[in-house]
């Protein structure tokens, strides 16, 4: 137990952690020794003796009144002792003081060597899960790296990222893609916890609107430089996405930089994402206009929004042509899905049936046509 300080910094180095904090940690070790081989009631602190390069290990006892109820009470008894009793130790002692008694653990023999490796190791190994825990926790909605170790019946894939493996849920693929061991591949941490029974788990996930703008900040770098601002992303995995962009340079184009020269960049992402088709929209603080944009590639006549009491947005009425309505909804509804998703509105379509006078029914009304100019005169 001599000279414990000396592999401090081997430690440190080797775990990757900093020295004050396996300093604190074998201090709690010494500590929790010294209750197991001595007295569990006992107050122990453990000091730092920088000339010998030891820990001492020494029981605090504080000095109360003789009446202090504290005396009586079995549990806490060994941590005090009354003014009567510490004066015979030293007559200049006062109430509150306190009496420090030094216990060398290498008095104990065996059983506290043994004892004390197994806190040590214990106390280290709970530092490094610490440091492990906080350092991907910090990292929730960011981009990692792994290969792939193992595949279980459940079809949850598990990754092997540097020190740790993490879990890929068979919900958190996209849909069509299978994994081998050895593969390697990108997702985003989801989710990180930490129990005794299981230690530290940490979930990934390749479905979250995350990921894709994960992908698009490595493949635009007005994106990871902050030029190119990723306002709102919604998904639906595997077959389709939308993104809304702004820039904060005037000479930047975010939809432009996004898709790169003959759409190189957002292929590359498009690709990795199993050929989801990725629509890029330029982001608005107008409502209006940022819903027709959402609608694309639908042509809409108006946009209505319908806000509550408290004048919070609750819904979006479009109105466009008949003709215009499946391209609206989309495939399987995917097109209008997104575009809720994206704008946080449930949105109703209304159809406009109206004709010109030149196919020989009724004119538009001038009122109607009149606000249908106004809205066209505000998107352009």
Known sequence: MEKILDIVEAIAHEKGLKPEKVIEALKTAFTQTAKRVINQKFAFDAVVNNQTKTIDVIQIITVVADDDKRLQDEEVAPAYISITEAKEYDDQVEIDDQLQIPHDLEEYGRTAASQLHREI??????????????????????????????????????????????????????????????????????????????????????????????????????????????EKSARIPGERAKIALFST????????????????????????????????????????????????????????????????????????????????????????????????????????????????????PKEQKDSVDALKALFS
């Open 249 to 364: 340079h005037p000479q930047v184009d975010a939809v432009g930089a996004t898709v790169g020269v003959k759409g190189v960049r957002i292929n590359a992402v498009s690709q990795e994402l199993i050929g989801e088709n990725i629509d890029c929209i330029e982001y608005t603080t107008i409502p209006e206009l940022f819903i027709s944009r959402i609608m694309s590639p639908a042509i809409i006549s108006a946009v209505e929004i319908v806000r509550d009491e408290n004048g919070e947005a609750q819904k979006a009425i479009i109105t466009l042509p008949s003709d215009q309505k499946s391209k609206a909804i989309g495939k399987n509804g995917i097109n209008i899905r997104l575009a809720s998703m994206l704008s946080g509105l449930n949105i109703e379509l209304v159809e406009n049936d109206s004709k010109n006078s030149q196919n020989g029914e009724a004119a538009e």
């Open 121 to 230: 190791e214990y106390h280290i190994q709970r530092l490094v899960e610490d440091e492990i825990f906080n350092k991907y926790k910090s990292k929730i909605g960011s981009l990692v790296t792994g290969r792939v170790t193992r595949v279980d019946p459940q079809n949850a894939t598990y990754i092997e990222i540097d020190e740790i493996r993490a879990v890929l849920p068979m919900k958190s693929r996209i849909k069509g893609e299978i994994f081998k061991v050895g593969d390697h591949l990108k997702a985003v941490v989801r989710r990180v916890d930490m129990n005794k029974e299981n230690g530290i788990q940490i979930e990934l996930s390749r479905t979250s609107p995350k990921f894709l703008e994960e992908l698009l900040a490595l493949e635009v770098p007005e994106i990871a430089d902050g030029t190119v601002i990723v």
